[in-house]
């Protein structure tokens, strides 16, 4: 995934772009880096790995390094960013969050039409945001430039720059389906991916960019370069998983749908007659906590952390990029509470279910600390589609989700016609997916959120919501 944060100031402003990049350290954990832009030495940057130690460790001597009244930064988990450029539209800085599937594609016009060139990473892979910088300087100024590039994207672009007088100009992608919202202080604006970044520096909220919005910001106020669209998809995963629980999206905060969201979920089982006995409800944490909590609330169960993270050294599970090391991490980060494990029968909430690979690990490690039995219900439906319009997941292929690969288990690949079927927990076909899910990852029960429920517990428009890793549809 990733996601930008930048800051435009009557005053040096270095240390609270610092923090503010620092707080979306929960959206990547790749690449970081650092742009700034000073009236005496221009645009600098800084860009590290942090695969192997936080943002706020690798960056704790940029203030040592960089200088001056406007930054950006991100946290990627694709590309170095940002990157610098000098182009026909002047000097500056620009970062990016999102994916383009048709790459290969733009490369070819683009090199059509140019004499151009790209730096090749290994393989030849071109880094997005090179490319993206690449469509916008085709233009003749950036409002037309970042247009003609989300145009032409297939996949998802948000772009922050930073231009040499010390301004930002922020694009939201084509759709709206990431956020971007900006803060005010009496000294000038942020810009952020997450709302609690700038409010914990303490900027007060001004707007939040509509799907396809340009907007050009400097300390004095801002300017709308081009209007936003009418067409809105964002994200539906925003509140289900990766969004910060103090983040708030076109007016819903991320943890009070988490809480809805669970007693949804608590009053289909109840209305399904699915009231097992249950001694204590957890959530999966750290995600899957506040999903657990509404579903205590609305079936009135005990709530327990019968285990707990550790997390001092290894705050992600899957900070390693082998599969197999994420796994063994995942499980040597759980430590149990034995008195509430031990002959007791455990209803857990999750984020999601995707490949159950990490799930499985728990479920043998709270049987291997005394369970008697252990209930799984999902946040979220089950996901069927890997999402090709955000890069928040390393799946390769959609047969690695389990529900997929379940589904051709048992019908090959005519099964993928019946998805919505399988979706569905009160269909022949919904509930043989899910008997095959307990068995593979012996769970007493199983079930899954509808996309209905999700709808209703972040409480917007169905057609203004992405759901496309769950129904296929765009």
């Not at 590039?149 to 996949?155: L, R």
């Not at 988490?258 to 089982?269: P, Q, T």
Request: with cysteine.
């Amino acid at each position: 995934m990733g996601g930008f944060f930048g800051i435009t100031s009557k005053k040096d402003c270095i240390t609270d772009v610092f923090f503010g990049v620092d707080y979306h350290s929960h959206l990547g954990t790749r690449i970081g880096g650092m742009a700034a832009y000073d009236t005496q030495i221009g645009l600098q940057r800084v860009i590290h790995n942090i695969e192997h130690a936080p943002f706020r460790t690798k960056f704790e001597h940029v203030f040592q390094e960089l200088k001056g009244n406007a930054g950006i930064g991100c946290i990627s988990d694709s590309d170095p960013q940002p990157l610098l450029f000098k182009s026909r539209l002047g000097n500056y800085a620009i970062c990016t969050i999102g994916i383009i599937n048709n790459a290969a594609a733009l490369l070819e016009t683009y090199f059509g039409a140019s004499c151009g060139h790209f730096n090749a990473m290994t393989g030849g892979k071109v880094n997005s945001t090179e490319l993206i910088a690449a469509l916008i300087d085709t233009k003749d100024n950036f409002t037309e430039g970042i247009r003609f590039a989300q145009e032409v994207i297939e996949g998802t672009a948000s772009i922050l720059i930073l231009t040499e007088d010390g301004g930002l100009i922020a694009a939201r992608d084509r759709l709206g389906r990431l956020p971007i919202l900006i803060g005010r202080r009496e000294d000038g604006y942020a810009v952020s991916f997450e709302s609690f970044a700038y409010q914990k520096l303490d900027y007060e909220d001004k707007k939040e960019l509509g799907p396809g919005e340009i907007v050009k910001i400097d300390p004095y106020g801002i300017t709308v370069l081009s209007p936003a669209l009418k067409e809105k998809r964002i994200c539906a995963f925003l509140w289900s998983y990766y969004g910060y629980p103090t983040s708030t999206y076109e007016g819903v905060n991320v943890e009070m749908m988490r809480y809805k969201n669970g007693e949804i979920m608590a009053a289909n089982d109840a209305k399904n007659g699915k009231n097992m006995e249950i001694d204590y409800v957890g959530g999966v944490p750290d995600s899957g906590t506040p999903h657990a909590i509404g579903y205590c609330n609305g079936s009135k169960l005990p709530f327990a952390r019968a285990f707990i993270k550790y997390t001092p050294t290894w705050s992600r599970s899957f900070m390693p990029v082998n599969q197999t090391d994420r796994n063994e991490i995942a499980k040597m980060k759980q430590i149990p509470v034995n008195e509430l494990i031990r002959d007791r029968n455990l209803l857990f909430v999750d984020d999601s279910i995707v490949r159950g690979t990490q799930l499985r690990e728990t479920v043998e490690f709270l049987y291997e600390n005394g369970a008697k039995s252990v209930h799984m219900r999902s946040a979220c439906p089950p996901i069927m589609y890997g999402c090709k319009y955000l890069n928040f997941s390393r799946a390769t292929s959609d047969m690695e989700l389990i529900a997929r690969r379940v589904i051709m288990e048992l019908e090959g690949p005519e099964g993928f016609e019946h998805i919505e079927e399988y979706s569905n927990g009160e269909t022949e076909r919904g509930r043989k997916l899910r008997e095959v899910i307990c068995r593979e990852l012996d769970l007493a029960s199983l079930e899954f959120q509808t996309i209905e429920g999700v709808i209703e517990a972040i409480g917007l428009p169905a057609c203004e919501l992405c759901t496309y890793c769950w129904n296929g549809k765009e």
